[in-house]
């Protein structure tokens, strides 16, 4: 039974997942490279956790808030996680930092236990490559924020064997969310065709054709879409979405996911959505 999770790095989707463990009662084992990091990423499921446990009303059966922080250790020691009996990683989309992580953590590990590539583009088979244990990485794309998204995609790589594949769709059904199953390629389903959409309505947002605001609008009242893409690309963070779209670039060849300048310029300015702050949205002002 899996009792203890390593989350490996804190940021946008790591905390978000730590909150949705500890709601489900794991005892999280959280990640990063710096204290700074681990203590925004305390903050943040500080409040989620708030938040969550105010959504689902006073109630006996309800943890109680302290209680389930106490079930969380920050560190910034990877070797912390070696007696983890599953790991689940979230580090930046980018190759080469994940690269190391998947090396390391194979020292680390006992060689049964299984790693969870959560990504947004990047290959599982390749990084399973780095490891002696292709057979027990598979790929889970969770959806952001985790405790409020029921359906994973996972990702099955060339080498992930059964057992792999059924231990991680019963540690989801117990955070109560579905797994669909898809092989592992580029940007699986969900990236590869919502971030064409990401990319090219920010195209649209910089040819002046209408504001962010109308882009996403005609999507959620046109198309009954709960959120419009430049908020989606705001809530995912416009550097994970810039390096997904170039990771997608560079896998396919295919000019189609050129990433839009106006993304970039973004990035450069450190305006990366809701996690500063500012992204195609202002979120120090009400939106609403
Ligand atoms: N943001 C989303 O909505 C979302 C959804 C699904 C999957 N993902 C994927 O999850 C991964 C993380 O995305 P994010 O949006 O949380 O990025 P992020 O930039 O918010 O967070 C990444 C975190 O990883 C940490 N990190 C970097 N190197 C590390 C290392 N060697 N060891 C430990 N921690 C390290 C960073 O300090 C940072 O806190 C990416 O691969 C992304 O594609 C993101």
Redesign the pocket.
């Given at each position: 039974m899996l009792k203890k999770i390593g989350i490996?790095?804190?940021?946008?989707?790591?905390s978000s997942m730590a909150v949705d463990l500890l709601l489900n009662g794991y005892h999280v084992k959280l990640?990063?490279?710096?204290d700074d990091?681990l203590m925004a990423a305390r903050i943040k499921i500080d409040q989620e956790l708030k938040f969550a446990l105010l959504m689902r009303g006073r109630s006996k059966e309800n943890p109680n808030h302290e209680k389930l922080l106490a079930d969380i250790e920050a560190t910034t020691q990877?070797e912390d996680t070696e007696d983890c009996d599953l790991i689940i990683e979230?580090?930046?989309?980018d190759w080469a930092?994940k690269e190391?992580?998947y090396r390391r953590l194979d020292q680390i590990c006992p060689p049964h236990i299984c790693f969870g590539v959560?990504?947004?583009?990047?290959s599982v088979t390749k990084l399973a490559g780095v490891t002696s244990r292709r057979d027990k990485i598979v790929g889970v794309?969770?959806?952001?924020p985790v405790n409020l998204m029921p359906t994973v995609e996972v990702m099955r790589g060339i080498h992930t064997s059964d057992n792999t594949l059924d231990l991680i769709i019963q540690f989801l059904a117990t955070l109560n969310k579905e797994a669909i199953v898809v092989q592992d390629f580029p940007g699986f389903v969900s990236n590869r065709i919502s971030h064409l959409f990401i990319n090219e309505a920010a195209f649209v947002y910089q040819d002046n054709v209408a504001s962010a605001r109308d882009i996403d609008k005609i999507f959620k009242k046109c198309f009954f879409h709960k959120m419009g893409p430049l908020e989606t690309a705001d809530?995912?963070?416009l550097?994970?979405v810039m390096k997904?779209i170039d990771v997608l670039y560079e896998s396919y060849k295919d000019p189609k996911f050129r990433c839009c300048p106006v993304i970039r310029r973004m990035v450069d300015a450190g305006h990366l959505g809701r996690?500063t702050g500012k992204g195609f949205y202002d979120y120090n002002i009400n939106l609403q």
């Open positions: 490996i790095g804190a940021g946008n989707i790591g990640v990063d490279v710096t990091a990877m979230n580090v930046y989309e930092v190391k992580v959560n990504t947004s583009c990047i794309h969770f959806m952001n809530l995912i963070g550097d994970t997904s996690k």
